[in-house]
């Protein structure tokens, strides 16, 4: 079967319909000829005249030709097409975050096509922020000023990036999944109070999440350090909640002291306890590992492995394709305390010629 311009008009777009979304995108009629005949080579099936003709404007088994009306919003279009209001990223990023606005027509995509973030102009990276602590007035450059992490939070959510969880990066690495553009992940180590008293009001006045990676004989040991109470809450919250060790002991080599076993039986300690250990305080299966300083082996990546922990991060600097080796994944340690080397950070496209 083909279409030609005048059953396309008529049965599928509709006279009217088809001449006001022709001057919107400043396209012919053969062009969507072409087009629609391709969908019906490919796809099979295209289905018309759903719902009202003056929203649905057109549907395949891949994408939904849409004409906004007053009280549409990203969210509930995702309910009601993709049956998941959490996926209305996947309309903003098909339209290039075009703001709603009455009466103009948008595309629904109804697959996960780009699972890799794969794209002409390059493939996507995930940037990973590293945080430590925070306070009103930092000295040390392991401290973020609250003030300026506000301000970093403001940029994210007035940019339109979206913090992912690391099951959602795992299935990313996979290549299961597409995430939404502008993904990154905000994690912060080492389970300072801090974290509970000031980043986590912070951070939810802006809908965001963290992962946090502690090591588990600092956990309420004192007032500085946050509790379990608290983590339970912000699991409950949404954030992740991953392993720095036990004591935070360099897993990359042995103290003068330490026989060769006696290493590796400290290496597998912090690893497998510190898993154990918080799975049962928190009943969950604990699954990512930030090593202590960034530094491992290749020995201690394949006990990384071997103990369960499906991704594990460094402090390499840059972000991460999925092809990424998921047990050794980059992180940019947020230290300077300037926006414009914050917003360096954020790179979300490795483009062909450069970054951007």
Not at 174 to 202: E, F, Q, T
Request: hydrophobic share 35%.
């Amino acid at each position: 079967m083909r279409l030609d311009k005048k059953t396309i008009s008529k049965q599928t777009l509709g006279t009217n319909a088809m001449g006001r979304l022709c001057l919107k995108y400043n396209i012919s009629l053969a062009i969507i000829a072409i087009a629609a005949n391709f969908l019906l080579a490919s796809c099979g099936s295209v289905k018309t005249g759903l719902q009202s003709p003056e929203q649905l404007i057109f549907r395949s088994n891949d994408y939904i030709v849409y004409k906004l009306q007053t009280r549409d919003t990203w969210a509930a279009l995702a309910e009601k097409y993709l049956g998941d209001e959490g996926k209305y990223w996947m309309i903003q990023d098909a339209n290039e975050n075009r703001p709603l606005k009455t009466g103009t027509f948008i595309h629904i995509p109804l697959k996960d096509r780009n699972r890799g973030g794969l794209s002409i102009a390059g493939y996507q990276k995930v940037p990973i922020l590293c945080y430590h602590r925070f306070a009103e007035k930092c000295a040390s450059p392991l401290c973020m000023p609250v003030h300026l992490f506000e301000q970093q939070m403001k940029f994210l959510k007035e940019n339109d990036y979206h913090t992912i969880s690391t099951e959602a990066l795992l299935d990313f690495l996979n290549y299961r999944h597409s995430i939404p553009k502008k993904s990154v992940i905000i994690s912060i180590d080492d389970g300072y109070r801090s974290v509970y008293n000031l980043a986590y009001p912070i951070l939810k006045k802006y809908g965001f999440t963290a992962t946090l990676f502690i090591y588990t004989d600092y956990v309420g040991v004192s007032s500085k350090s946050i509790t379990w109470p608290q983590l339970a809450e912000m699991k409950a919250a949404g954030f992740c909640i991953g392993s720095h060790t036990i004591a935070h002991s360099d897993l990359s080599k042995k103290s003068d002291s330490e026989s060769e076993s006696v290493y590796l039986k400290r290496v597998h300690r912090e690893l497998v306890l510190s898993k154990e250990i918080i799975d049962r305080k928190l009943a969950q299966n604990t699954f990512v590992l930030a090593y202590p300083f960034g530094r491992y082996t290749r020995q201690v990546r394949e006990m990384t492995k071997a103990a369960g922990y499906r991704l594990a991060m460094t402090v390499k600097r840059g972000g991460n394709p999925f092809f990424t080796n998921p047990h050794t994944l980059n992180r940019e340690q947020v230290l300077k305390r300037d926006m414009p080397t914050f917003i360096s950070y954020l790179k979300v496209l490795s483009a062909r010629t450069k970054d951007r």
